[in-house]
């Protein structure tokens, strides 16, 4: 039985707090490791340290909000989809997970391997989203491309430093 418009905005709030939670502490992660990126030799079109945390916050943001229109769209049809919930949550532990090797371990090199795997989740977890909910899908697409853009930094940053 789907549930109400209370159960439905609290499993936003949840979403977005969840997400939250979570590129929060990446914040503090990408905050403490800023002056270190600051100083890699890096290429024109690097992003400044500073605006990873805001970028990952919107795109964190954008899958929070496709995960909440799976989660009702699950609801509608009183079931969970277990592979698209996993998915997901691998992708953003694996996103903690990048941010904590590059800046917090300032490990280019093994940020890169992982960052790989990220990339993937996210692949997968729009393929599963897409099954029952193709708009919700579609808000992940903006994740796959900053995953992209930051997975060619890291590699750039990677080859100039060499130091993995």
């Known amino acids: 039985m789907p549930s109400s418009a209370a159960t439905r905005a609290l499993g ?9 939670t979570t590129a929060g502490a990446g914040a503090i992660v990408i905050g403490r490791g800023n002056d270190w990126y ?10 400044p340290g500073v605006a990873f945390a805001p970028a990952w916050s ?4 954008a899958q929070a909000i496709g995960a909440w229109l ?3 769209a699950d609801d509608e049809r009183d079931s969970l989809d277990v592979p698209a919930v996993s998915s997901y949550a691998a992708q953003l532990w694996l996103s903690l997970a990048w941010t904590l ?10 940020a890169l391997v992982e960052i790989s795997a990220l990339w993937l989740a996210i692949v997968l977890t729009i393929r599963e989203y897409a099954r029952r909910h193709r708009f919700a899908a579609a808000w992940f697409l ?4 900053g995953v ?9 940053i990677w080859r100039r430093s060499r130091r993995d």
């Open 12 to 20: 936003l709030a949840a979403s977005l707090g969840g997400i939250g």
């Open 38 to 47: 600051r100083r890699l030799d890096k290429p024109r079109w690097a992003i």
């Open 58 to 61: 919107l795109i964190a943001s």
């Open 70 to 72: 799976a989660w009702r």
């Open 101 to 110: 090797l590059f800046f917090g371990l300032k490990r280019p090199a093994y």
């Open 142 to 145: 903006p994740s796959l491309a």
């Open 148 to 156: 992209a853009y930051v997975a060619a930094l890291n590699t750039a």
